[in-house]
């Protein structure tokens, strides 16, 4: 069972590492919101990051925002730099559980796992990077089994709405569900909407450098997971989706890898039917796919040299069509945004062979939630933190580099997470 009480060496349930970044300071004011749903009814936690100053900014700032004046007083501050181990084993040692906020993770993500692994505290992210997530996973699993740790990647918008959903799904389904695709809409109000270019910045790299993460899986040497059913049909590069009614191409972030993940966990651990994923976003109408097209060719052409990679870095406005930008959404934008992920299942009911016929039953859910970024990132992100120190018996036996949906499948995340603010439901 995972270790989750603190103890005068190790004070703080949780430590915010990052805090002062962009996504950062949202991560602080949601575990301030949620700090009565830790253990035994409080949580002890502090900040951690570069700059005194500037995490005592933070603090002053949540203080502000929630009206709780004793976050200036109450909650301590740990100076740790990704660039001095010393400074992480120190945090590290204080910590149950570090929420790293540090990105891009393929840059600064390992040495805060590895200090984790090595001081035997848990560590979770919001990473949306395969290439980190999976390189962890190779690097560190046995290492944090040994030591009895739980390094979970991708516990934001990147990947818990998607990974859960198809557990919840498979959960609602009556029979065995052998395949699912999901749709992806975001919704902006009228002040628009953007994301912060440390995203961005991540995509830059991670395009430019997947000729290596097909290397790295390869070094796994996994068997093909076995398909039940039917083959899920691959859709094309864009197409019009009847199920959201607008133009839709595959989603192109972390989801279908981290679902992958899980399945496979799920399968070999459990011996669980593993579901077929698909995963695509909406991108609108035929206005917005000409935007897209031409900021996807720029974009596609800028990211293979030196030079590009530097010019899509230093003017993300200009090359997303404002996506994207160095100051991130406003608070104003951020309260009229929200997501709905739709998830359509298909397989067989109880009474039917899977080997026999094909699929006689359908489920559609839905996931639906706030802004994706630091409204719903930030909720998830400390949910999952939340559901480690409240329920350690209901992870797995050991401990590991885990997938959401591997760590959190038997546990109460989806509940905790309706209770938030981010919705599943069956249609």
């Avoid at 002890?44 to 200036?72: D, M, T």
């Avoid at 740990?78 to 790293?100: F, H, R, T, Y």
Wanted: a positive charge; one cysteine or more; glycine letters at 10%.
């Amino acid at each position: 069972m995972a270790r989750v009480e603190t103890t005068s060496s190790r004070p703080y349930h949780l430590v915010v590492f990052g805090a002062s970044g962009f996504t950062g300071q949202f991560v602080v004011e949601e575990v301030a919101r949620t700090a009565s749903e830790g253990p035994k009814g409080s949580l002890k936690w502090a900040v951690a990051g570069r700059s005194k100053q500037k995490l005592e900014k933070v603090l002053e700032q949540a203080a502000g925002v929630l009206s709780k004046p004793e976050l200036r007083t109450e909650v301590d501050v740990i100076v740790a730099d990704v660039g001095e181990p010393d400074s992480l084993a120190a945090m590290c040692k204080q910590a149950v559980i570090v929420l790293n906020c540090v990105g891009p993770y393929r840059f600064f993500g390992e040495p805060v796992v590895r200090a984790c692994v090595e001081n035997g505290a848990h560590h979770i992210d919001i990473s949306g990077e395969p290439q980190f997530l999976e390189g962890m996973q190779l690097n560190y699993s046995s290492q944090a089994a040994e030591k009895g740790v739980f390094v979970i990647g991708s516990c934001g918008f990147d990947s818990i709405p998607a990974d859960m959903g198809v557990i919840y799904t498979r959960d609602q389904f009556r029979g065995t569900l052998t395949a699912v695709e999901s749709f992806l809409t975001i919704g902006i109000g009228p002040e628009g909407g953007c994301i912060h270019d440390g995203t961005w910045q991540s995509a830059i790299f991670g395009l430019a450098d997947s000729p290596n993460l097909q290397s790295l899986r390869r070094k796994f040497n996994h068997k093909p997971l076995p398909t039940v059913g039917p083959k899920l049909r691959r859709r094309g590069a864009l197409f019009y989706s009847n199920e959201i009614q607008q133009y839709a191409l595959p989603f192109m972030g972390s989801d279908p890898s981290v679902v992958k993940r899980t399945q496979r966990f799920l399968a070999e651990e459990h011996q669980a039917t593993p579901v077929q994923y698909g995963a695509y976003a909406g991108v609108g109408g035929i206005g917005s796919i000409i935007k897209l097209m031409f900021a996807g060719m720029m974009f596609w052409l800028l990211v293979k040299f030196t030079c590009g990679r530097n010019l899509l870095m230093k003017y993300p406005e200009f090359f997303s069509f404002g996506m994207f930008s160095k100051a991130g959404p406003t608070r104003k934008q951020m309260e009229g945004s929200s997501f709905q992920l739709s998830f359509y299942g298909e397989g067989y009911t109880n009474d039917q062979d899977p080997a026999l016929g094909k699929p006689n039953a359908k489920i559609r859910t839905l996931v639906q939630g706030p802004e994706v970024g630091y409204v719903a990132t930030p909720i998830a992100m400390v949910q999952a933190a939340l559901t480690i120190l409240n329920e350690p018996a209901a992870l797995p036996k050991k401990g590991g580099v885990y997938s959401p949906g591997a760590a959190f499948a038997k546990t109460t995340l989806v509940d905790r997470l309706n209770k938030h603010g981010i919705q599943f439901s069956v249609v």
